[in-house]
């Protein structure tokens, strides 16, 4: 069965310092997807890539970077956090032209 | 603009009773249709999807969800609820192989 593992479940950081939120897939997926979740917003997407090396932007990339070093791994950025970054960020992988994501169970950041 | 609304944030349905959370979405042709669910403190978990064929489309643990070309609607059902079906549940539209939109979610609340 798909799996997706993010890292750290949980994390508290401060204000305008660097956030690091990991997301590894063992599905051999080409696709990778971050999104954060906000209520009232439902889940958008931050950034995402389509493979090894690639980085694209999302709906809502600013003050976000990732990074995809390998086919399985995909790493969130934040260099300078802010309070308004507090969210539960969703890691998800699917495979090329099939839409079907397969999730992580989410990271829970407060910025304070 | 593309979309996809989900106008009910809540709904509140008695153990046994029927379901149908609504959705509607906007896009100039028929795009990828999807009904996820999350459980709490989990990710989003893939219910059914649809691209053509038979407007029905059956999903998992008695759910099914029917297409409307002219409402532009991909509504849900359940005949019978169990108190485990409390969840959140998003409807998503993909109107390409690789973006996925989400709507904001109906959280579904299943009174004993």
């Known amino acids: 069965e798909a799996a997706v593992t993010q890292s750290p479940r949980n994390k508290v950081a401060v204000t305008g310092g660097k956030v690091t939120l990991s997301c590894n897939q063992t599905n051999n997926h080409n696709n990778m997807y971050w999104y954060r979740q906000d209520t009232g917003h439902g889940l958008r997407l931050i950034h995402y890539?389509?493979?090894?090396?690639?980085?694209e932007k999302g709906d809502i990339p600013d003050g976000y970077k990732a990074s995809r070093p390998s086919q399985e791994n995909f790493s969130l950025i934040l260099e300078l956090a802010t309070p308004s970054q507090t969210s539960v960020y969703f890691c998800?992988?699917?495979?090329?032209?099939?839409?079907?994501?397969?999730f992580g169970a989410g990271t829970r950041l407060s910025v304070l | 603009a593309q979309s996809v609304t989900q106008p009910d944030a809540r709904v509140t349905v008695s153990e046994g009773a029927s379901l149908q959370l609504r959705c509607k979405y906007s896009?100039?042709?028929?795009?990828?249709l999807f009904w996820y669910v999350q459980y709490p403190r989990q990710g989003l978990q893939l219910l059914l999807k649809?691209?053509?064929?038979?407007?029905v489309v059956q999903g998992v643990n008695g759910f099914e969800a029917e297409f409307s070309k002219s409402n532009s609607s991909f509504h849900l059902r359940k005949a019978s609820v169990h108190w485990s079906d409390s969840a959140v549940y998003f409807c998503a539209v993909s109107p390409n192989n690789n973006r996925i939109f989400f709507g904001d979610g109906t959280q579904l609340v299943v009174k004993p």
């Open positions: 890539s389509y493979g090894a090396g690639s980085t």
């Open positions: 649809y691209y053509s064929g038979d407007p």
């Open positions: 896009y100039s042709a028929t795009p990828y």
């Open positions: 998800a992988s699917g495979e090329r032209g099939e839409n079907t994501l397969y």
